[in-house]
């Protein structure tokens, strides 16, 4: 309850009461629209643009023993929407095992990041409209930053020119100019990018999301359908009306211009390219996907499938309605009574609420709540298959990498990256996205099936070598802002 009410004295300490309202009529009208319910058939899945045949794939050898990456030391700045330890996620480790790899590498680093789920009270200082303060986490420099007030448009809107920001980050860069700047996610800190182009520092973007196009993040439109693209905007102006954007269409050319600007593009998955890249031809995506920690390695002593009868099941991750967790529970009602199902990790309580009305009667289903991160690969390794039952376009999903690391079967939708890696039958089982009977047939069939994981796990990138990538694009962007 504490956690609810801290969240809610932060909303009203930040934003406006219009932007609020936009806010809460989005939370509590909107959104149950475009949810699947507990229960509900397949999501209609549109055609997407087919694998691109000339994409880079940027992907070094894990196996050689070192990287071929430029020696000279870097200031580089990690920009995010948000990040621990006040939110966990994919795009939050993400920007966190890049910084940590640059700064072990010895660069200079700092991550920049929006906090609005703090008071005023909370920051020390103060630059024109901005409020910000500093932290540590694990040796990393961390700056978080927020409006006094948020102006209009800061949840769905891209705003490209922002007075406040402007001055801030002239501040920052009068302390400490950085060589470039590495955008992780664009909602809330576009304006920070706007800032660097007009200040003449290069900044690169990866697309973890797809708040690029759509300005609810998702592709997911108010009907509950998934969406094939904003079509220049004309789309979200018929069929996703927001009140805080005026005109799709100039918020789309507006983003445009930004992406264009950047000195490099990339994405985590060649899904997201190809979306992104149908959207904004504007310059070459690079495919980086990202590293995964060789803690959840294949030779861990409980790891892999072994020759016992497949019983333990999991769900890793956020609990919202677009992760799907009530469709892996409903599918999972009518599994033998001697099968278990063990969900980690939180979520609002009125979905938790949700869960657990469907849950009844049935003992072998069990929320553990969240985790420490020291403990996940324990957890992997108590159980025999993961499952990741989304109902929308994953961009990349490190739960589906760790799993497999860890020699586990991977009953996964057949949607956005994640068919990227599922081997049907031999590492893992897809289903039809939001149909809980589909779902229920591949666990039917896990229990049945005799899976030989593969041994290999050399198309699972590594933090190292992600990081080598990245750090071979920033010389080529100094290299070619240092030429005449």
């Given at each position: 309850?504490?956690?609810?009410?801290?969240?809610?004295?932060?909303?009203?300490?930040?934003?406006?009461?219009?932007?609020?309202?936009?806010?809460?009529?989005?939370?509590?009208?909107?959104?149950?629209?475009?949810?699947?319910?507990?229960?509900?058939?397949?999501?209609?899945?549109?055609?997407?643009?087919?694998?691109?045949?000339?994409?880079?794939?940027?992907?070094?050898?894990?196996?050689?023993?070192?990287?071929?990456?430029?020696?000279?030391?870097?200031?580089?700045?990690?920009?995010?929407?948000?990040?621990?330890?006040?939110?966990?996620?994919?795009?939050?480790?993400?920007?966190?095992?890049?910084?940590?790899?640059?700064?072990?590498?010895?660069?200079?680093?700092?991550?920049?990041?929006?906090?609005?789920?703090?008071?005023?009270?909370?920051?020390?200082?103060?630059?024109?409209?901005?409020?910000?303060?500093?932290?540590?986490?694990?040796?990393?420099?961390?700056?978080?930053?927020?409006?006094?007030?948020?102006?209009?448009?800061?949840?769905?809107?891209?705003?490209?020119?922002?007075?406040?920001?402007?001055?801030?980050?002239?501040?920052?860069?009068?302390?400490?100019?950085?060589?470039?700047?590495?955008?992780?996610?664009?909602?809330?800190?576009?304006?920070?990018?706007?800032?660097?182009?007009?200040?003449?520092?290069?900044?690169?973007?990866?697309?973890?999301?797809?708040?690029?196009?759509?300005?609810?993040?998702?592709?997911?439109?108010?009907?509950?359908?998934?969406?094939?693209?904003?079509?220049?905007?004309?789309?979200?102006?018929?069929?996703?009306?927001?009140?805080?954007?005026?005109?799709p269409a100039a918020r789309h050319q507006r983003m445009a211009e930004l992406l264009e600007t950047a000195a490099f593009l990339s994405a985590p998955?060649?899904?997201?390219?190809?979306?992104?890249?149908?959207?904004?031809?504007?310059?070459?995506?690079?495919v980086i996907p990202h590293g995964v920690s060789r803690q959840f390695s294949p030779d861990q002593p409980a790891a892999g499938l072994g020759s016992?009868?497949?019983?333990?099941?999991?769900?890793?991750?956020?609990?919202?309605?677009?992760?799907?967790?009530?469709?892996?529970?409903?599918?999972?009602?009518?599994?033998?009574?001697?099968?278990?199902?063990?969900?980690?990790?939180?979520?609002?309580?009125?979905?938790?609420?949700?869960?657990?009305?469907?849950?009844?009667?049935?003992?072998?289903?069990?929320?553990?709540?969240?985790?420490?991160?020291?403990?996940?690969?324990?957890?992997?390794?108590?159980?025999?298959?993961?499952?990741?039952?989304?109902?929308?376009?994953?961009?990349?999903?490190?739960?589906?990498?760790?799993?497999?690391?860890?020699?586990?079967?991977?009953?996964?939708?057949?949607?956005?990256?994640?068919?990227?890696?599922?081997?049907?039958?031999?590492?893992?089982?897809?289903?039809?996205?939001?149909?809980?009977?589909?779902?229920?047939?591949?666990?039917?069939?896990?229990?049945?099936?005799?899976?030989?994981?593969?041994?290999?796990?050399?198309?699972?990138?590594?933090?190292?070598?992600?990081?080598?990538?990245?750090?071979?694009?920033?010389?080529?962007?100094?290299?070619?802002?240092?030429?005449?």
């Amino acid at each position: 309850m504490k956690k609810q009410t801290d969240k809610a004295r932060a909303a009203l300490d930040l934003y406006r009461p219009g932007t609020l309202l936009t806010k809460l009529h989005e939370l509590y009208l909107v959104n149950p629209g475009r949810f699947a319910k507990p229960g509900a058939g397949a999501i209609p899945v549109p055609s997407l643009p087919p694998r691109l045949g000339d994409h880079r794939d940027e992907r070094p050898n894990p196996s050689r023993d070192g990287f071929e990456v430029g020696s000279r030391t870097k200031t580089i700045y990690f920009l995010v929407h948000c990040f621990y330890p006040f939110s966990q996620g994919g795009t939050e480790r993400f920007v966190y095992n890049m910084a940590r790899q640059a700064q072990q590498d010895g660069h200079r680093v700092k991550v920049v990041t929006y906090n609005p789920l703090e008071t005023r009270h909370h920051f020390h200082y103060r630059v024109a409209g901005i409020l910000y303060d500093q932290y540590q986490l694990d040796g990393l420099d961390i700056i978080e930053y927020r409006h006094s007030r948020a102006p209009r448009g800061i949840l769905h809107d891209i705003l490209t020119e922002d007075p406040d920001v402007d001055e801030f980050v002239r501040f920052l860069f009068q302390q400490e100019r950085p060589d470039i700047v590495h955008a992780a996610y664009l909602q809330k800190v576009a304006s920070f990018l706007s800032a660097c182009r007009r200040l003449g520092v290069p900044y690169g973007i990866t697309f973890t999301s797809f708040f690029a196009l759509c300005h609810f993040d998702i592709m997911i439109d108010k009907q509950g359908a998934l969406c094939g693209g904003s079509q220049g905007g004309r789309r979200c102006a018929q069929l996703c009306g927001c009140g805080e954007i005026a005109d799709p269409a100039a918020r789309h050319q507006r983003m445009a211009e930004l992406l264009e600007t950047a000195a490099f593009l990339s994405a985590p998955s060649r899904f997201v390219q190809a979306v992104i890249s149908r959207e904004f031809p504007l310059q070459e995506i690079r495919v980086i996907p990202h590293g995964v920690s060789r803690q959840f390695s294949p030779d861990q002593p409980a790891a892999g499938l072994g020759s016992l009868p497949i019983r333990d099941f999991a769900y890793f991750g956020n609990m919202t309605p677009i992760k799907g967790v009530h469709l892996l529970i409903s599918a999972f009602r009518d599994m033998p009574p001697d099968c278990n199902l063990n969900i980690y990790g939180s979520g609002p309580e009125s979905y938790l609420r949700g869960l657990r009305r469907l849950m009844r009667g049935k003992p072998n289903i069990r929320l553990h709540g969240n985790i420490p991160y020291d403990q996940v690969q324990q957890a992997y390794a108590a159980n025999q298959v993961v499952v990741v039952p989304s109902i929308w376009y994953e961009t990349y999903n490190f739960v589906i990498h760790e799993a497999l690391l860890m020699g586990k079967l991977v009953i996964a939708a057949r949607i956005g990256a994640m068919p990227e890696l599922i081997r049907d039958g031999i590492n893992g089982l897809s289903f039809t996205p939001g149909d809980s009977e589909d779902l229920h047939r591949c666990l039917l069939q896990a229990i049945a099936g005799d899976f030989r994981m593969p041994g290999s796990t050399g198309q699972i990138n590594t933090i190292a070598a992600e990081s080598a990538c990245y750090h071979n694009i920033y010389e080529s962007v100094l290299e070619e802002a240092a030429r005449p």
